[in-house]
């Protein structure tokens, strides 16, 4: 089985964290905390365990913050115990090649997509009864029994395997080409996002950030609330067509307070040594970046009583965040992560389910969204890509296929 992963080696993320801004190679090396080889093929731990074999993945930002170390050792999930590998590529399209004696849901030849294996154990892989709360409400991102001992799963979608529980991965429906069945998982975060924080018909929504899950959030909301006004900053031409196309009214090209007073009717106020504020901005607001500089801008734009979603994952702590205008305009400053349940008009489902939905329905143009594809073989090329200034390259998506 072939497999890039990373281990949370303290010593050698750190050395990781400080060498790779001058050196991205370096983690390529014995000393990183990043290892690309083979490791042993396993046999199935349990009955109702599985092994496929990938066709295809997308390189995500998450997986490019673990290889790079840009997640800072500090944050709180590093603390979790049952964290401690990292095996990358989630957003994946698999065969299943092996079943356990145990398995029911699915068959050899069947082709499914990555559902909670990135993110580790929990009640159902670990075979749990009764579930954990979260678990029990099919959160499973949230398990509090994770670090329980029990089989954990090995390899990830930037190799050619992966054994897993069969509740770890979901089954790809056949009306879906190999492109959506790679994109549902990257779609399904921005669906995630929009249905646990729906806007109002009439709504200004902002959706920050115009890397992959800023643009599928564009697509998503006008897709979905085709009655709310949303405009997307985009800093790169290519970023800016693409979130033409999937819908978006407004381009917003730069941090300009004085055209977001324009577009959402507000008005602006600045002071000497401060940036400002704009007093009546968007009613909603989507960070799909959500680092220190796009949390203080956005709390700045939306209007009070207004809500922020960070739908990124900057996974550092920002300590010079304003929060002010959370008392001082009752801002809602709220998160969401990966996909889940959600429910639209009384209906409860997997989120990958509307995904499929959305496909079927003709709602989702993903066309010219994989900018560069590669075969696994050639995966240094790929992720120094997907790592790489996006104006330079021009990169929306990334693909590893075999």
């Given at each position: 089985?072939?497999?890039?992963?990373?281990?949370?080696?303290?010593?050698?993320?750190?050395?990781?964290?400080?060498?790779?801004?001058?050196?991205?190679?370096?983690?390529?090396?014995?000393?990183?905390?990043?290892?690309?080889?083979?490791?042993?093929?396993?046999?199935?731990?349990?009955?109702?365990?599985?092994?496929?074999?990938?066709?295809?993945?997308?390189?995500?930002?998450?997986?490019?913050?673990?290889?790079?170390?840009?997640?800072?050792?500090?944050?709180?999930?590093?603390?979790?115990?049952?964290?401690?590998?990292?095996?990358?590529?989630?957003?994946?399209?698999?065969?299943?090649?092996?079943?356990?004696?145990?398995?029911?849901?699915?068959?050899?030849?069947?082709?499914?997509?990555?559902?909670?294996?990135?993110?580790?154990?929990?009640?159902?892989?670990?075979?749990?009864?009764?579930?954990?709360?979260?678990?029990?409400?099919?959160?499973?991102?949230?398990?509090?029994?994770?670090?329980?001992p029990g089989p954990r799963g090995?390899?990830?979608?930037?190799?050619?395997?992966?054994?897993?529980?069969?509740?770890?991965?979901?089954?790809?429906?056949?009306?879906?080409?190999?492109?959506?069945?790679?994109?549902?998982?990257?779609?399904?975060?921005?669906?995630?996002?929009?249905?646990?924080?729906?806007?109002?018909?009439?709504?200004?929504?902002?959706?920050i950030g115009a890397g992959i899950?800023?643009?599928?959030?564009?697509?998503?909301?006008?897709?979905?609330?085709?009655?709310?006004?949303?405009?997307?900053?985009?800093?790169?031409?290519?970023?800016?067509?693409?979130?033409?196309?999937?819908?978006?009214?407004?381009?917003?090209?730069?941090?300009?307070?004085?055209?977001?007073?324009?577009?959402?009717?507000?008005?602006?106020?600045?002071?000497?040594?401060?940036?400002?504020?704009?007093?009546?901005?968007?009613?909603?607001?989507?960070?799909?970046?959500?680092?220190?500089?796009?949390?203080?801008?956005?709390?700045?734009?939306?209007?009070?009583?207004?809500?922020?979603?960070?739908?990124?994952?900057?996974?550092?702590?920002?300590?010079?965040?304003?929060?002010?205008?959370?008392?001082?305009?009752?801002?809602?400053?709220?998160?969401?992560?990966?996909?889940?349940?959600?429910?639209?008009?009384?209906?409860?489902?997997?989120?990958?389910?509307?995904?499929?939905?959305?496909?079927?329905?003709?709602?989702?143009?993903?066309?010219?969204?994989?900018?560069?594809?590669?075969?696994?073989?050639?995966?240094?090329?790929?992720?120094?890509?997907?790592?790489?200034?996006?104006?330079?390259?021009?990169?929306?998506?990334?693909?590893?296929?075999?």
């Amino acid at each position: 089985m072939r497999a890039i992963y990373v281990d949370k080696h303290i010593p050698r993320v750190l050395l990781t964290k400080a060498i790779t801004p001058l050196w991205k190679d370096f983690v390529w090396t014995p000393l990183s905390a990043a290892r690309a080889g083979r490791l042993d093929d396993a046999p199935l731990p349990g009955p109702r365990w599985i092994r496929v074999q990938n066709q295809a993945c997308g390189v995500c930002a998450s997986d490019i913050s673990l290889l790079f170390v840009k997640a800072d050792p500090s944050i709180a999930p590093a603390a979790l115990p049952g964290l401690s590998r990292f095996y990358l590529g989630h957003e994946t399209v698999s065969i299943v090649t092996e079943v356990g004696p145990g398995v029911t849901r699915f068959r050899p030849g069947d082709r499914v997509i990555m559902d909670t294996h990135f993110a580790g154990a929990n009640c159902e892989t670990l075979e749990i009864t009764p579930k954990c709360r979260y678990c029990a409400e099919g959160d499973y991102h949230f398990c509090i029994n994770k670090s329980e001992p029990g089989p954990r799963g090995i390899g990830g979608g930037f190799g050619d395997s992966i054994v897993t529980h069969e509740t770890a991965m979901y089954p790809a429906p056949a009306h879906l080409t190999q492109d959506q069945a790679a994109l549902s998982e990257p779609i399904s975060i921005a669906v995630h996002a929009a249905f646990q924080h729906p806007p109002k018909a009439g709504d200004k929504v902002l959706v920050i950030g115009a890397g992959i899950i800023g643009l599928l959030t564009t697509m998503v909301v006008k897709a979905f609330f085709p009655e709310a006004q949303v405009t997307t900053l985009a800093r790169h031409p290519h970023q800016q067509e693409a979130a033409e196309r999937l819908g978006a009214d407004h381009i917003l090209k730069r941090g300009d307070y004085t055209t977001v007073a324009k577009l959402t009717g507000g008005k602006f106020f600045s002071a000497p040594l401060n940036r400002g504020v704009v007093i009546g901005g968007f009613d909603l607001i989507y960070d799909c970046v959500a680092n220190d500089v796009t949390v203080n801008t956005a709390l700045r734009w939306v209007r009070a009583g207004g809500k922020i979603v960070m739908v990124g994952s900057h996974m550092a702590p920002m300590p010079k965040v304003d929060l002010t205008p959370i008392w001082y305009h009752k801002v809602t400053l709220t998160g969401t992560y990966g996909h889940g349940m959600d429910e639209r008009a009384g209906i409860r489902k997997h989120t990958y389910e509307w995904v499929f939905d959305g496909f079927r329905e003709g709602k989702f143009q993903i066309e010219e969204l994989i900018t560069h594809r590669f075969p696994f073989e050639d995966y240094k090329h790929a992720l120094r890509l997907a790592a790489g200034h996006k104006g330079k390259s021009n990169a929306i998506k990334v693909m590893m296929q075999a």
